[in-house]
């Protein structure tokens, strides 16, 4: 039961340099998100795509662009990378409906140099 | 715009003691609430929800909507419930039912 997989699970980027962190669900979810989670703040939602199509910005979307490649998958990208991305980035997948439950994946540490 | 409080940081009990993790809320429409317990090195987990009145390792909740708050409580806290605790919010009167975290208290349990 693979569940939710994120890739990679560490990353180091010099300031400016661009990536993409994957993120799968194999749980027929339509909701997915991505959070981020940095000391003494929690999560704070980045992206959120209540299904295939659409996404929505969070609390902290700048800086971030997100695809809903299908529905099993919602990528992150960042453009051009700050030592301020430097942080523990979470996708998360639910049902979004009426019994809501997100399931996490194990997240990705990434460090901006 | 909805909001959630977590105003410990850190919570440190002997074992056997009481527990009680503190969650205050603000949501202008109907909230619907839920603990998530992160484990060392496990991923972030749903422990309970509100809608469930459930009570999972001996862990409750109540949602009281007058003083908007939720906390966590079991009587007696065991070893194996040190962890990071978030209570989180959603909205159910929307559409968008993205979760909504607090900054989380992590709470030690001491032998």
């Known amino acids: 039961n693979a569940g939710v997989t994120q890739t990679p699970k560490f990353q180091v980027l010099k300031t400016g340099q661009s990536m993409t962190l994957q993120c799968a669900q194999d749980m027929n979810h339509n909701s997915m998100y991505w959070y981020r989670q940095d000391p003494g703040m929690g999560l704070r939602l980045i992206y959120y795509s209540a299904s295939e199509g659409t996404t929505d910005k969070g609390e902290v979307p700048n800086g971030y662009n997100v695809s809903r490649l299908n529905k099993r998958e919602f990528s992150l990208r960042l453009e051009s990378a700050a030592p301020s991305q430097t942080s523990v980035y979470f996708c998360?997948?639910?049902?979004?409906?009426?019994?809501?439950?997100?399931?996490f994946g194990q997240g990705t540490r990434l460090t901006v140099v | 715009a909805q909001r959630v409080t977590q105003p410990e940081k850190l919570l440190s009990v002997f074992k056997g003691a009481p527990v009680e993790l503190k969650c205050n809320y603000s949501y202008s429409g109907s909230p619907e609430l839920f603990w998530y317990v992160q484990y060392s090195r496990q991923r972030l987990q749903l422990l309970l929800r509100h809608i469930s009145r459930e009570s999972i390792k001996g862990f409750t909740a109540d949602l009281n909507k007058g003083e908007t708050s939720f906390h966590l409580k079991k009587p007696f806290a065991q070893e194996e419930d040190s962890a990071m605790y978030y209570c989180a919010l959603s909205p159910m009167d929307t559409g968008r039912r993205a979760l909504t975290f607090g900054s989380g208290t992590r709470l030690q349990v001491q032998p």
């Open positions: 998360a997948s639910s049902t979004g409906t009426s019994y809501l439950q997100a399931f």
